[in-house]
Nanobody, 117 residues
Framework: QLVESGGGVVQTGGSLRLSCAAP????????MGWFRQAPGKELRFVSR????????VYADSVKGRFTISRDNAKNTVYLQMNSLKPEDTAVYYC????????????WGLGTQVTISS
């Protein structure tokens, strides 16, 4: 149901923009988030955005470098990633949840992001 795209291989200091398409007319009713999983490590929270897009939260490790946004007319959430570091290498997953009190229960299959040093 959620489809990520935009991953790839970039050099340290480069940028990528990830997209997550969420077909369906109820997209605007979901809180959206991005998570990542590096090789051999657990899944980690990256960022989330409110239904209207007016509230965002970031992990400390990406604050100031990543920007989450959404376009409810296009049923799409984005993750703009700048000043990329080798430690940003991971599979990035898009996720959705209905409220702040419920877990993220809809997930995409992920997109690989590799940062070369």
């Amino acid at each position: 149901q959620l489809v990520e795209s935009g991953g790839g291989v970039v050099q340290t200091g480069g940028s990528l923009r990830l997209s997550c398409a969420a077909p369906g007319r109820t997209f605007s009713t979901y809180i959206m988030g991005w998570f990542r999983q590096a090789p051999g490590k657990e899944l980690r929270f990256v960022s989330r955005i409110s239904r209207s897009g007016d509230s965002t939260v970031y992990a400390d490790s990406v604050k100031g470098r990543f920007t989450i946004s959404r376009d409810n007319a296009k049923n799409t959430v984005y993750l703009q990633m700048n000043s990329l570091k080798p430690e940003d290498t991971a599979v990035y997953y898009c996720a959705a949840r209905r409220t702040d009190l419920t877990p993220f229960d809809s997930w995409g299959l992920g997109t690989q992001v590799t940062i070369s040093s």
